[in-house]
């Protein structure tokens, strides 16, 4: 019994983690610049195929597409937001909301015709292996994804709190105009902080590539998943994100070794209402974006 609630504890602590990074990049462009990017999910999913296609065709480990489609999504961000958000961020919020789902949508069909409905599994020496400490088994392929989510968490955290940019970038989620009347150039900052955002999603996809199947339809599950662990530990904190996913990654393992898995998702979102019928901000408790 020790043994069976600490591999849970285990696997739910390295799942969290992952799933930390798959919504920390839309809890940060929510909570610094209010733009609910629905697309999020679809970037998500463009991470796992490009892990994919780096595997296959230039036989690249997924370790080392993880910090390869960090400075690509980044990219992919900058431009997105040069070419879509500017037009809509400072408009009424359900303008930006129809941009965002227009283009989920867009990538989702895309990503269909690029690569069908087919499901896909990454593949490599390490997917079915273990590591063995003492009588908990540990599955390689998630150790490895959680160890990266942490470094990620501990880099966007440094950054945000040890640089002068990412200062400027919480002093605009903050209050814009009063970083606008400080000279802050906010265009600049927000592209970066979309970049960002981007690029931790287009990580990890990577990261759960590793741990689970895929394909471009499956992407509206990281969706829900990244906006439960949103809504529970509120917008815009790094830590907050980390705590709130830990607590669905220890409930998700816990259901889904007790329960059929047809009540795991049940479970969690009894515990999302229970959660929100106390608190109503959410585990943090407090009404407003700060980072």
Known sequence: MVTTVAGIVANGILLGL????AALGLSLIMGVMGIINVAHSAFIMLGSFLALGLLEWAHIDPIASFFIALPIFFVVG????????TRVERAHQTQGLIAMF???????????????TDTRVITVGYSNANLTVGPLII???????????????????LFLHS??????????GQ???????????????????????????????????MIFPFAPQTQIQWLAWAFLI???????????????????????????????????YLILYVALATILSV??????????RAI
């Open 230 to 264: 949103v809504v529970l530990g509120g917008l815009g904190r790094v830590e907050s994100t980390l705590v709130s996913a830990l607590m669905v990654g220890l409930i998700q393992t816990a259901a889904t070794a007790f329960l059929p898995f047809d009540y795991v």
């Open 175 to 209: 209050n814009r105009d009063a970083a606008l009347s400080l000279g802050i150039n906010v265009r600049r900052l927000s592209a970066i902080m979309f970049g960002l955002g981007i690029a931790s999603a287009g990580a990890a996809g990577v990261a759960l590539a």
């Open 139 to 157: 599955a390689d392929a998630p150790l490895i994804a959680g160890v990266l989510a942490v470094v990620l968490i501990l880099a966007l955290r």
């Open 163 to 172: 640089t002068m940019v990412g200062r400027a970038i919480r002093a605009m």
């Open 279 to 288: 608190r109503r901000q959410g585990l943090r408790g407090v009404a407003r």
């Open 18 to 21: 992952v799933y930390a990074i």
């Open 102 to 116: 227009g283009l989920m949508v867009l990538i989702e069909n895309l990503g269909t015709i690029a690569w069908t």
């Open 78 to 85: 900058a431009v997105v937001y040069r070419l879509i958000v």
